[in-house]
Structures are given as structure tokens and as C-alpha cells.
């Protein structure tokens, strides 16, 4: 079949399909997946007035792509104040970090489900003047539609999975098809750039957006209070862990702790599940494990426990200023894909990670080489680690030292990216 034949199909089968998108809509509400009080955005039906002039559109599905949106938003915003600015994310926890830190003036909306009527209405109320979308977020209608209505479209941090290079290659010409058609596209490196040209789409250049934003944010009240709370404690740092880390944590701190001359250190293990509503369970699963622990959505401050489960959005910039050692969720079990290291990097906090770090292969890979950080080959190497930022082994501070550079020469290379955005602005 041909690609027009495919993409019609397509259209086709996803208008069939959604007369049953507010059910489903509504069940996924129900289960926490969704914001009950905003489904008609899903929908297409906006809940804000679209500013006067020129608009300027941009997508990231989720935290991670969200996140790499906030510098270039910031970048918009200071060189073309004149301009709308809308941001759309598909998850809570993206549309709230966003409700934090979006630069004045611009909006958020929950973007739309890929069905026909919904991309519509989305587009007749908004119509955007250019539409800016990251790393794989290749909807067909959403794509089609916009560029049938003269919408300029830019992909950056291109890339492509494995699993959907498969899938793609049963399709190659309609994936031609809707990648080809990007006024501006580019690669997140040169591995994704080779993978591009497999399919016959030539990448304009390689950047990858997650680089080019500024160090997190932190309240300096709250960062001096906890600095007196922990009064020398060495603090070490779990970011972003999902179900199945924690139990390795806990087992490999509760070893540590084990030693005599560890456990007289009094070290603090925080924990920051990826999600904050596993906040509870996290904390009910150490005290299990016999440790005195805190858990900050109750209102329990870091005291002298031995774990405090920080399950509050927005504080990693924080806990980063502040710990000895960062271990980076999203890596240390198999189905996972790793989590952002740029973050602790930025601020000089010493990390290591798991082996699973897919979506950062080549970060992860490159920051290895110049030995900036550790990938680890089983869960037991944890123990050496440690005991390192218990007993401030200062190699722990040359390797933070040697990924603050690396970050901030590829963060520079990021800040070029909005002149090419320019570029394409009426």
C-alpha cells in the first residue's frame, strides 16, 4: 500500500475510533492517568482564549520532553516577546511542572488524542504559526492537518527507538512521508541521524534539546534549612525511582549500614520515587525493612531518620545541592530506560546510574569515556559507591567536576538551536 494509502487508512481508522475517546478519557481519569477537570482539552476543546498575533506552538509528551522545552521557551519568550506562546504536554505530571516553571506569557494545554475531529478543533481554535515537536512525537493527523493548514513544523532531538524503526520499516514510505515533511529537523546525535537517512529523511543538523537548560531551581530558604537539619550528614540521593529500585536501594544502604564505621556517619539515604504518589508505599516499604523513615507529603521534615522519602514534585534541584552521591533512577532493572544525568551534573553532584539508561545512551556513553560517571554492572557495585560519599572520597568530586564540563560545552551547543526556530517565525 502506498504511503497516502496508509496515512488515509490511518486517518480513517482513528475517526472511527473516537466516538470512544470520552469513555476511555473518563475511565483513565478515574485511575489517576488523567486530569478529571481538563478532558475536553483532550479532546480539542480549549479552555483558554488564543492570544493575538503570532503563535508559536510546542509539544513534549511528557516530563522528560517537557523539560527540554523550558530553555527554548525561555529563548522565544526573551527574543520575540511579541509572540504567543502555547506548550501542550499529555501527562499530569508534565502539566504540572510546566504550571511551575513555563516563562511568563505562555500557555498549557493538555494536547489533543490523534483523532481527526479533536486535532481539528484544537487547530481551529489555535492555529498556530509554527508547531515544535520533540524527540518522536510523530501523530499523523496532528502532523497532516497542521501542514495542510500552512503550519510550519520543526522535529527537534529527532529520534528514532528501536521498536519503532521496526515498525516504521514496514511503512518506510509514508514514515518518509511524515518525517520529510518538517520545515527544520533535527537529529538528537549522530547515531539518530544515520537511523533518519535509513528511511530517506536527511536531518538538518544534530542537537539534542535535553541539553541548553539552566542548573534547577531552588528555594534558598528551603536549601539553608535542610543543610541545618542534616548538620554534616553525609546525604546520598535516589532520583526518580520506580517500582523494583527501591527494594535494591534499601537492601544495598541497609548492607552499608551493616559496617560499623558507616553506620557511626549516620548516613542519610532520600529517596524521590519518579512518581510522587508511590510516595507512600516507598515509605512503608523501608519502615518494613526496619528503617526509621520520614515521608514528606505527611508534613515529616529530614530529621535523624535513617530515610526520608521526598515525594514532592519540583525539589530535585534541591536535593542535588545537598547530597554526596546521586543514584539515578529509571536504570537498575530491566524494562526501564534511564533518567535525565544532565541535572546533577549541572549543579556538581557526583551520580551514577544503572545499566538500563536506553533514552541517554550516547550521553551516558560519552560521560563514561571521560569517566564522568558510572554505569553499573550489577546492583552489588552499589556498596563501594556508598561507602565513597559516606567516608568523601574526593574521587567523587573530580567525576562531578569532569561531567559539569562536558554538560556545559553541550549545553552551549544547545543555546544555538532557537536562532534556527527564529528563523521559521513570520
Known amino acids: 500500500m502506498s504511503s497516502s494509502g496508509l496515512l488515509l487508512a490511518y486517518r480513517l481508522a482513528t475517526g472511527a475510533l473516537e466516538p470512544f475517546a470520552p469513555p476511555l478519557l473518563r475511565a483513565r481519569a478515574r485511575r489517576g492517568k488523567e486530569d478529571a477537570n481538563r478532558l475536553a482539552e483532550r479532546l480539542?476543546?480549549?479552555?483558554?482564549?488564543?492570544?493575538?498575533g503570532t503563535l508559536v506552538w510546542l509539544h513534549g509528551v511528557s516530563v522528560g520532553e517537557s523539560l527540554s522545552l523550558l530553555p527554548l521557551a525561555q529563548a522565544l519568550r526573551s527574543a520575540r516577546p511579541d509572540i504567543g506562546l502555547l506548550v501542550t504536554s499529555s501527562t499530569r505530571a508534565s502539566a504540572a511542572l510546566l504550571a511551575q516553571r513555563l516563562p511568563a506569557g505562555a500557555t498549557h494545554q493538555y494536547a489533543p488524542v490523534d483523532g481527526p475531529r479533536a486535532v481539528g478543533r484544537f487547530l481551529d481554535h489555535w492555529r498556530p504559526d509554527l508547531a515544535v515537536f520533540v524527540e518522536s512525537e510523530l501523530w499523523p493527523n496532528l502532523l497532516i492537518q497542521a501542514r495542510q493548514r500552512g503550519v510550519k513544523t520543526a522535529l527537534l532531538s529527532a529520534k528514532l527507538s528501536d521498536a519503532s524503526a521496526r515498525a516504521w520499516s514496514w511503512a518506510p514510505d509514508a514514515a518518509r512521508s511524515l518525517l520529510g515533511g518538517f520545515d527544520l529537523l533535527l537529529a538528537q546525535d549522530q547515531r539518530a541521524a544515520e537511523r533518519l537517512a535509513k528511511f530517506g529523511v536527511r536531518a538538518d543538523g544534530v542537537a539534542d534539546l535535553k541539553f541548553g537548560a539552566e542548573p534547577l531551581p531552588v528555594d534558598a530558604s528551603s536549601l539553608e534549612a535542610v543543610r541545618a537539619k542534616l548538620a554534616g550528614r553525609r546525604m546520598i540521593l535516589a532520583a526518580s525511582t520506580h517500582p523494583g529500585?527501591?527494594?535494591?536501594?534499601?537492601?544495598?544502604f541497609g548492607s552499608a549500614l551493616e559496617t560499623p564505621e558507616i553506620a557511626a556517619g549516620e548516613p542519610l539515604l532520600v529517596i524521590v520515587p519518579r512518581h510522587p504518589e508511590r510516595g507512600p508505599a516507598v515509605a512503608a516499604l523501608a519502615r518494613e525493612q526496619g528503617f526509621s523513615t520520614g515521608l514528606q507529603s505527611a508534613g515529616e521534615a529530614v530529621d535523624r531518620r535513617q530515610v526520608h522519602v521526598a515525594d514532592v514534585l519540583g525539589e530535585l534541584g534541591l536535593w542535588y545541592r545537598l547530597a554526596r552521591l546521586a543514584i539515578i533512577g529509571g536504570s537498575l532493572r530491566e524494562g526501564l530506560a534511564g533518567h535525565n544525568p544532565l541535572e546533577p551534573a549541572r549543579l556538581r553532584c557526583p551520580f551514577i546510574s544503572g545499566r538500563h539508561v536506553y533514552n541517554w545512551t550516547t550521553v551516558y556513553a560519552?560521560?563514561?569515556?571521560a569517566e564522568a560517571t558510572h554505569c553499573l554492572a550489577n546492583e552489588l557495585e552499589l556498596d563501594a559507591h556508598i561507602r565513597a560519599a559516606?567516608?568523601?572520597?574526593?574521587?567523587?568530586?573530580?567525576?562531578?567536576?569532569?561531567?559539569?564540563?562536558?554538560?556545559?560545552?553541550?549545553?552551549?551547543e544547545a543555546r544555538a538551536v532557537p536562532a534556527q526556530i527564529l528563523k521559521l517565525l513570520p
Open 245 to 252: 529500585e527501591d527494594e535494591i536501594l534499601l537492601a544495598r
Open 366 to 369: 560519552e560521560l563514561e569515556r
Open 390 to 412: 559516606v567516608e568523601g572520597d574526593d574521587r567523587l568530586a573530580v567525576m562531578a567536576e569532569r561531567a559539569w564540563a562536558y554538560v556545559d560545552r553541550r549545553d552551549a
Open 44 to 52: 480539542g476543546r480549549a479552555s483558554l482564549v488564543r492570544p493575538v
